[in-house]
């Protein structure tokens, strides 16, 4: 099935799409620079303009879970444990997140893991394979707070199509947010995608508790924004 872009919106996502992130010089601890060093060429995926042999990377067959925005890892060490008949494949391009997923993946044993550290936008543009993936994660990207650098949000309507077609019939996307802001904007854009369909219907966010596609740890992040008085939005969509 074919993606649907106009070749406008090709050529934007190709060679000028606005990067959700900044590469800022920021911390990393000396555990996690080890863990960059000896830890995470077992786990790598390295980018390059070919679809992926998931069969190939992971050592078996199995349904792919993509997560874009790994963080310190927490959250995908987790669903990887609890759901050791899946492989995840993990986007992040911070050093110490990614420090950080490989130290938790040999702490815990995990081998349903790997990761890219790569613009996600690149990956799935250039190595996910249509009708490919049995669900995507995407938790709290950065809300990119100011009105003015909201076109940095990585949930954009092109990307959200481009995204979709990877997804399989039946495959879900999951995404949460703690910025109000954002999570209206999530729901415009998801709506608008017609190959998603809402798991509980048009206009309405998702309830967590006793529904096995919004299962997540309750991470760090996620307490200290609650504390704070932060809501939580979640959104999963099924793919048509």
């Given at each position: ?103 938790l993946l040999n702490e815990k044993g ?117 504390r704070l008085g932060y809501g939580i ?8």
């Open positions: 099935m074919a993606t649907d872009l106009t070749p406008e919106q090709l050529e934007e996502l190709k060679n000028r799409h606005i990067r959700s992130f900044v590469m800022r010089r920021g911390h990393i601890s000396a555990a996690q620079s080890r863990a960059i060093d000896e830890l995470f060429p077992t786990y790598q995926v390295q980018y390059k303009k070919a679809p992926i042999d998931a069969e190939a990377v992971f050592g078996r067959s199995a349904p792919l879970i993509l997560e874009i925005g790994c963080g310190m890892g927490e959250t995908t060490a987790a669903i990887a444990e609890a759901h050791p008949e899946l492989n995840f494949l993990g986007c992040e391009v911070f050093v110490a997140g990614v420090g950080s997923l490989s130290k995990l081998t349903n893991v790997r990761i890219a550290k790569h613009d996600a936008v690149e990956i799935v543009r250039d190595m996910i394979a249509e009708n490919s993936l049995a669900g995507v994660h995407i938790y709290f990207p950065d809300p990119w707070r100011k009105a003015r650098h909201h076109k940095r949000r990585l949930i954009q309507p092109e990307f959200v199509k481009l995204l979709s077609s990877r997804i399989a019939p039946g495959g879900y996307l999951h995404c949460a947010t703690d910025w109000e802001n954002y999570a209206e904007q999530m729901l415009e854009v998801l709506e608008g995608e017609e190959q998603l369909t809402n798991l509980h219907g048009k206009g309405n966010f998702s309830p967590v508790m006793g529904n096995p596609l919004c299962e997540r740890p309750r991470t760090k992040f996620q307490a200290r924004g609650e939005w979640d959104l999963v969509y099924t793919r048509i």
